[in-house]
């Protein structure tokens, strides 16, 4: 009999910026990893790495620790042009992906990252997307029962305040993957084909760039046809005046930032006084703002609009959206509460997946397959802008019925809600 090797997953963090300050806390938590060094260009951060992590391993450059032996996998949090060469870097030195969202910056890139994987024998996890979370799961899991009969459409709608947030040089430049349209559209198109099965047919949309003061798109809107038939729209603001949150009864008015701040900070944007680097700097790994953003102490909070914003899932028989613990089921019976074991803030089953794959063997849902045909939406988004013409796709897959099975989402409560 074969045994199974349960021992945690020896993990490395290629760039220690602010999508890391996000994932070191679950990594911290999962029993399943074990976080054994980090890698970033900058001195500062690495010194700060190593402080918190004393007997973590600590690299001046990618290269460096994908060479470690020790090393089995490493998460890629680097700027987005990076995601590519360093994903097949690590690839050929043996080691498991876990890439952030966006996966590349094109399609070519997605495909040499696929093929450097599958070469080597190595797992690919397309991760960083909101489409892990357990509501989403939770709709795929009661669309898939057929329980509210046929799917006819997912549609999202998010308002932010993701383009005040404080940004370095290459995520102000599109050519190097910054901008709403490739760092947010991942959230929104990945949980909507999870919903919907997959394959997406076709894809009309636009975005708008409407603040002088930042040079990327901070509004897009797109509407998506499957082959199935059923229709998604997607759809992201990002400039802050309004947020999301307000619109539920138990949401706010505020994000990272009260609405009297986000006035201020655009109007030191357009003052240039704006001290964003070290803002930026902050949010990095002991700074001030990643303690009070990424690693507050709390329990399980109530689920609030954010960078996915409100998902709204139309069947034959009934509607779903999110609710504060799990999610609202409408149907002709009347309004249930479905109460989940969910904490929003809590974000590692990237890890479970990235686990379960290397060592026992499961499949690897997000694929990197899976977060190619992802980016392929977010770039027709684009292209549509440019040429006003409805793209045709190409690079679509299903979500295997068996990811529901290995994944699926516990409700722990049904309650009749008196509307």
Same mark, same amino acid.
């Given at each position: 009999?074969?045994?199974?090797?349960?021992?945690?997953?020896?993990?490395?963090?290629?760039g220690?910026?602010?999508?890391?300050?996000?994932?070191?806390?679950?990594? =911290?938590?999962?029993?399943?990893?074990?976080?054994?060094?980090?890698?970033?260009?900058?001195?500062?951060?690495?010194?700060?790495f190593?402080?918190?992590?004393?007997?973590?391993?600590?690299?001046?450059?990618?290269?460096?620790?994908?060479?470690?032996?020790?090393?089995?996998?490493?998460?890629?949090?680097?700027?987005?042009?990076?995601?590519? #060469?360093?994903?097949?870097?690590?690839?050929?030195?043996?080691?498991?992906?876990?890439?952030?969202?966006?996966m590349?910056?094109?399609?070519?890139?997605?495909?040499?990252?696929?093929?450097?994987?599958?070469?080597?024998?190595?797992?690919?996890?397309?991760?960083?997307?909101?489409?892990?979370?357990?509501?989403?799961?939770?709709?795929?899991?009661?669309?898939?029962? /057929?329980?509210? *009969?046929?799917?006819?459409?997912?549609?999202?709608?998010?308002?932010?305040?993701?383009?005040?947030?404080?940004?370095?040089?290459?995520?102000?430049? #599109?050519?190097?993957?910054?901008?709403?349209?490739?760092?947010?559209?991942?959230?929104?198109i990945?949980?909507?084909?999870?919903?919907?099965?997959?394959?997406?047919?076709?894809?009309?949309?636009?975005?708008?760039?409407?603040?002088?003061?930042?040079?990327?798109?901070?509004?897009?809107?797109?509407f998506?046809?499957?082959?199935? /038939?059923?229709?998604?729209?997607?759809?992201?603001?990002?400039?802050?005046?309004?947020?999301?949150?307000?619109?539920?009864?138990?949401?706010?008015?505020?994000?990272r930032?009260?609405?009297?701040?986000?006035n201020?900070?655009?109007?030191?944007?357009?003052?240039?006084?704006?001290?964003?680097?070290?803002e930026?700097?902050?949010?990095?790994?002991?700074?001030?703002?990643?303690?009070?953003?990424?690693?507050?102490?709390?329990?399980?909070?109530?689920?609030?609009?954010?960078?996915?914003?409100?998902?709204?899932?139309?069947? =034959?028989?009934?509607?779903?959206?999110?609710?504060?613990?799990?999610?609202?089921?409408?149907?002709?019976? *009347?309004?249930?509460?479905?109460?989940?074991?969910?904490?929003?803030?809590?974000?590692?089953?990237?890890?479970?997946?990235?686990?379960?794959?290397?060592?026992?063997?499961?499949?690897v849902?997000?694929?990197?397959?899976?977060?190619?045909?992802?980016?392929?939406?977010?770039?027709?988004?684009?292209?549509?802008?440019?040429? /006003?013409?409805?793209?045709?796709l190409?690079?679509?897959?299903?979500?295997?019925?068996?990811?529901?099975?290995?994944?699926?989402?516990?409700?722990?409560?049904?309650?009749?809600?008196?509307?």
């Amino acid at each position: 009999m074969t045994s199974v090797d349960t021992k945690p997953l020896k993990l490395g963090v290629i760039g220690i910026g602010v999508g890391a300050a996000e994932m070191l806390p679950p990594m =911290e938590r999962a029993p399943y990893i074990d976080l054994f060094a980090g890698a970033d260009v900058n001195p500062d951060v690495r010194e700060r790495f190593q402080a918190r992590y004393e007997e973590a391993r600590v690299y001046d450059s990618a290269e460096a620790l994908c060479k470690d032996p020790d090393v089995e996998a490493v998460w890629i949090s680097t700027p987005n042009r990076f995601h590519g #060469p360093m994903t097949v870097m690590a690839a050929n030195h043996g080691k498991h992906v876990v890439v952030e969202k966006p996966m590349a910056l094109d399609i070519r890139q997605a495909e040499e990252m696929v093929e450097a994987c599958d070469r080597n024998g190595v797992k690919l996890v397309a991760g960083h997307t909101q489409s892990f979370m357990p509501h989403i799961r939770l709709m795929r899991q009661i669309v898939a029962s /057929g329980e509210m *009969g046929a799917l006819g459409a997912v549609n999202a709608i998010a308002y932010t305040d993701w383009v005040i947030r404080p940004r370095t040089a290459d995520e102000l430049d #599109p050519d190097q993957g910054g901008g709403l349209v490739y760092r947010q559209t991942p959230h929104q198109i990945d949980s909507i084909r999870l919903i919907a099965g997959g394959k997406v047919r076709s894809v009309r949309g636009s975005y708008g760039q409407w603040m002088k003061y930042r040079s990327i798109p901070g509004y897009y809107a797109a509407f998506l046809e499957f082959e199935s /038939g059923v229709t998604g729209v997607a759809i992201h603001n990002g400039y802050g005046y309004f947020v999301a949150s307000e619109l539920v009864p138990w949401g706010d008015a505020n994000t990272r930032y009260t609405p009297s701040e986000r006035n201020e900070i655009r109007k030191s944007m357009a003052a240039g006084t704006r001290p964003e680097d070290a803002e930026k700097l902050s949010l990095r790994i002991g700074g001030e703002a990643e303690s009070a953003i990424f690693r507050r102490e709390h329990g399980p909070e109530k689920w609030k609009p954010n960078d996915l914003g409100i998902v709204i899932v139309s069947c =034959e028989f009934g509607e779903l959206r999110q609710g504060p613990d799990g999610l609202y089921k409408y149907t002709d019976d *009347g309004l249930t509460e479905l109460i989940v074991d969910s904490d929003p803030l809590h974000r590692d089953q990237e890890l479970e997946e990235l686990f379960n794959a290397v060592r026992l063997g499961k499949p690897v849902f997000h694929s990197g397959a899976w977060g190619m045909a992802t980016l392929e939406v977010g770039l027709a988004i684009t292209e549509h802008t440019k040429t /006003g013409k409805d793209v045709e796709l190409t690079h679509q897959i299903e979500m295997p019925k068996e990811y529901g099975e290995e994944y699926g989402v516990e409700i722990l409560e049904e309650r009749k809600v008196d509307h």
